[in-house]
């Protein structure tokens, strides 16, 4: 199971959250646990939070720590989207499990990072350097030498944020985070369903992601399995999700399957996986 969370903000004042009456939260509709090969994945759209009282109302979800946690972000923005961000997850496992979204508590793994293999850039995102000088500093040799072959300076950062977002969800997934496995240690192919090549060797026509080993490029991470879509026309989205090896069914070429709300927890859900909200690009 998987959440993410789009960010723009909305005023959050900590010198008035002591003394705002709280609204009595409303039951959270439930939600059916995903098969094996299925990711269920609920976003908020903060621009459509428009009463400032549910933002007091997801604070009470918090825990004291988390609360301190939120109110130690510098600035409205990086408030409000601490703020979100944990209520969404709280009020997303509550719906799997039927309990009050306040009863959930917290553990990190031993590199400071819960285990969750999805990750959300902007697909416009601005960089403060030239795509090719963070590609050389971050990415693997591979990597960099496609970045080159791309001509088109939009193309080259359309393609550059793509392989950003699932290195990034490669890495969450693994629970280690950035600085646990750097992304110099392995290189992402992009594998596109008409067979054009997109990086790396093309391996088979049938469209894919592949994980491998910088130091041993003939080693396939292929436990692991990703789905890369635009979300909203406006934010490049991966997942990454360990196979089911009990499962016999769960073969190297079956694709993930998506399910994807949006929601405004308390207020409304809408399923959009069929919609123009959610774009495949590959899975």
């Known amino acids: 199971m998987s959440w993410l969370l789009r960010r723009n903000m909305l005023p959050l004042h900590s010198n008035s959250l002591a003394r705002r009456p709280f609204a009595s939260p409303l039951p959270l509709p439930p939600a059916s646990l995903p098969s094996p090969r299925e990711t269920h994945i609920w976003y908020v ?12 109302q997801y604070m009470e979800l918090l825990s004291p720590c988390e609360r301190q946690s939120v109110l130690r972000m510098n600035g409205e923005r990086l408030q409000k989207g ?10 997303t496992l509550a719906r799997y499990g039927r309990l009050s979204p306040k009863s959930f508590k917290f553990q990190k793994n031993r590199f400071g990072k819960p285990e969750i293999g999805i990750d959300i850039e902007e697909k416009q995102r601005k960089t ?17 030498a496609y970045l080159k072959t791309l001509a088109d300076p939009e193309c080259r950062q359309s393609e550059f944020i793509r392989l950003w977002t699932l290195k990034e969800a490669y890495v ?4 280690r985070g950035f600085s646990g496995t750097p992304f110099k240690d392995f290189t992402i192919r992009l594998e596109a369903s008409n067979s054009k090549q997109v990086t790396g060797e093309l391996k088979s026509d049938a469209p894919s992601i592949v994980v491998e ?22 934010h490049y989205t991966a997942v990454c999700m360990e196979r089911d090896v009990k499962n016999p069914a769960d073969g190297e070429n079956n694709s993930l399957k998506l399910e994807v709300w949006r929601t405004l927890p308390f207020v409304e859900d ?14």
């Open 128 to 144: 403060s350097n030239n795509i090719l000088s963070l590609a050389h500093r971050y990415f693997s040799p591979v990597e960099v």
């Open 82 to 91: 601490a703020l979100l961000a944990r209520a969404l997850v709280r009020t």
């Open 172 to 175: 969450k997934a693994l629970g």
């Open 45 to 56: 759209v903060p621009d459509e939070l428009k009463d400032a009282s549910l933002l007091y």
């Open 270 to 283: 809408e399923c959009v996986t069929e919609t123009d909200a959610v774009k495949n690009i590959i899975r």
């Open 213 to 234: 080993a910088v130091d041993d490029p003939g080693i396939l991470m292929n436990r692991w399995q990703f789905a890369l879509f635009e979300l909203n026309n406006s």
